[in-house]
């Protein structure tokens, strides 16, 4: 019986990841250095690349699940139903972002414990408790916020990076690696899941460590690195730092980060130095380009902010990739279409994954927007088995527009469509739930791809276009 076996014995610790946007689970890594530092001798399986074996189940008597994000969440629930049929004496504790925003409902439902935050050292102190026979943290969520003592990620027992996303370079792909130099941030975006979570804090991994992992995933052979902080110049020296000696030691391995538009502002005079150190692109969520819903997100930056960021970027020879958020209750159709104005008259189109024209706005539990007035009106119930509550847009075009692009976009990827392609008749989509609907779909879409130029190649299925393409990962999802 698993409840027999000690936890000091290979497999009595499971540590498993559901998704983590296509690169190496940090959160396996991490909390598997942590556990092998105390003694332990914890499993780890990334459902993303590989199945989850009865077996492996069955032996374990500390499940852990890492929900870093909304997306592992959903695929983690019933990953814990699942552990629960087969081993019903397993403790299974959530970790990660969205295990603190939906503590409640996952101590009610599925798991024993959850806890958000800086988790590492607290997972341990859950597993230790139980190897002395009690029930650590059962029944109560923890968010820890303590600066914690960082040993290197443990990545030799995942998969090798040739299973995660790859850096595609106009065509060349090559394995890409995945860091954190810091955690939490220190702003107060009232959409993003951080700030209910960190209250503006944010914590820095030490740099030897962060330049250790980098070392072991050149190793193993990055070319690439990612890294994956919520907002890399947070921390602007730390930051500088890494990445001067980074590119000493490793001259040719090249980068990308996420920065607030505002950050790309406030440290302009960077940005030279960090395409001369190997920095490819910036991620940075530009959300809207309506003051208004800019605002009520309170992003800190205007319209007007991106284009100067975009120009500051570009100037220093780094490409922008911007994130949206375009389905909001204070979106109009006006803004949505001018998104697609904005990225053919600032040539973005491919620096935007068409899943970027798609995303809803997310109201987990927890959520700052929730304490806001400017919601309310459009704001339903809380959807369970979903994870976030519901909420209409005051224009049923909007919802009926979402739900369209949602399956255009998702069967334009099944197809493998140019995503330029794709971009065009989302715009006309769009075009065609105005008020005045626009040209035919199809002769509109037509026209477009007709004024791309003479690179169009016309194939048995779909319209593929040659052109270079600037930098970017594999995987599409930012967040």
């Not at 409640?104 to 408790?129: C, K, P, R």
């Not at 943290?137 to 990076?161: I, T």
């Not at 209250?199 to 052979?221: I, K, N, Y």
Request: negative net charge; glycine residues 8%; charged residues 20%.
């Amino acid at each position: 019986m698993a409840g027999a076996a000690s936890l000091r014995d290979p497999g009595a610790i499971l540590l498993l990841s559901c998704y983590e946007l296509g690169h190496q689970p940090q959160g396996l890594a991490s909390p598997l250095a942590f556990l092998r530092r105390a003694g332990y001798q914890p499993e780890a399986v990334d459902l993303a690349v590989a199945p989850l074996e009865a077996s492996q189940v069955g032996r374990a008597r500390f499940v852990g699940i890492s929900v870093p994000m909304h997306t592992a969440l959903r695929l983690g629930v019933p990953v814990a139903r699942r552990v629960r049929r087969l081993n019903p004496a397993a403790f299974i504790c959530f970790y990660g972002l969205y295990a603190a925003l939906n503590a409640q409902y996952l101590i009610a439902e599925v798991a024993d414990a959850a806890i958000g935050g800086e988790s590492e050292a607290t997972v341990v102190e859950q597993v230790a408790a139980l190897e002395r026979g009690g029930r650590p943290g059962a029944g109560r969520p923890a968010v820890p916020l303590a600066r914690l003592d960082f040993p290197v990620p443990e990545r030799a027992v995942l998969p090798p990076l040739a299973r995660y996303a790859q850096l595609d370079e106009d065509g060349a792909r090559r394995p890409a690696g995945y860091v954190e130099a810091s955690r939490g941030c220190l702003h107060h975006c009232l959409h993003c899941p951080i700030p209910p979570v960190y209250g503006g804090r944010f914590f820095v991994v030490p740099r030897d460590v962060v330049l250790e992992d980098v070392r072991r995933q050149v190793d193993m052979g990055a070319t690439h690195i990612t890294f994956g902080d919520p907002d890399f110049l947070n921390g602007p020296g730390h930051s500088l730092r890494i990445v001067r000696a980074m590119h000493a030691e490793f001259p040719e391995l090249t980068f990308d980060f996420t920065a607030k538009i505002e950050h790309i502002l406030r440290h302009r005079g960077v940005f030279p130095e960090l395409a001369a150190s190997g920095c490819l692109f910036i991620v940075s969520a530009v959300e809207s380009l309506s003051d208004l819903v800019l605002a009520n997100l309170e992003k800190g930056h205007t319209r007007a902010d991106v284009l100067e960021a975009l120009n500051v970027v570009r100037k220093a020879g780094i490409a922008l990739r911007p994130s949206f958020v375009p389905f909001t209750p204070w979106a109009r159709l006006t803004d949505y279409v001018e998104l697609f104005e904005f990225a053919e008259g600032e040539e973005l189109i491919d620096d935007v994954d068409p899943v970027q024209y798609t995303i809803r706005l997310l109201v987990p539990p927890g959520s700052l927007l929730l304490e806001r007035a400017a919601l309310r009106p459009y704001l339903g119930p809380l959807d369970r088995e979903a994870l976030t509550y519901r909420w209409k847009h005051p224009d049923p075009r909007m919802d009926r527009l979402h739900a369209a692009a949602a399956v255009l976009v998702e069967g334009a990827a099944r197809a493998g469509e140019d995503p330029r392609v794709t971009f065009y008749r989302l715009w006309n989509l769009a075009r065609a739930a105005g008020e005045d609907g626009g040209p035919p779909a199809e002769s509109a879409a037509a026209l477009r791809l007709a004024a791309v130029g003479s690179g169009a190649q016309v194939l048995p299925d779909q319209l593929v276009i040659a052109r270079p393409r600037p930098p970017r990962l594999t995987e599409p999802w930012f967040c």
